[in-house]
């Protein structure tokens, strides 16, 4: 254990953080996301939520400020009736630790895709549906 880090932060998961430099991505994945299939590095967190992934991980992760949205949600498949509310809770937890920064929506098929490109990925227990987050690093700015 270390002081000020998230218990949800394991070993593993805290070297990835900062192996990554600025402009990868991590994908966080809820519990229906093929992450194994789709992960070069795989991070299992299977007993927590995304939500609570993203609060552990943004105090100590800065958003891309180069780019026009560094945050990515998996895009509602027309024809499901699911309105995903959860995207409430990451855009408050977004604001809370990087301010007000501009979520896009990626297609399924093609946030998979990007998904395999990201650094890593984390498969969480989340049980709501469209859940899936791909975070883009920034610079640490002293």
Partial sequence: MLKGIS????PELIK???????????????????AASNAKRLVRLDGHGVNEVLEAILPLFPLDTYV????TLMQVTPGD???P??????????????GDKKFEHVERFA????ARSCYAVIATGESALYANVILKKGVVKN
């Fill in 7 to 10: 218990p949800v932060i394991s």
């Fill in 16 to 34: 990835i953080l900062m192996e990554m430099g600025h402009s990868d991505e991590i994908c966080i994945g809820d519990g229906n996301f093929p």
């Fill in 68 to 71: 026009d949205a560094p945050v």
């Fill in 81 to 83: 009736d699911v309105v």
């Fill in 85 to 98: 509310v959860i995207w409430d809770d990451y855009r408050a937890t977004v604001n809370k630790y990087e």
């Fill in 111 to 114: 946030f998979y895709e990007r």
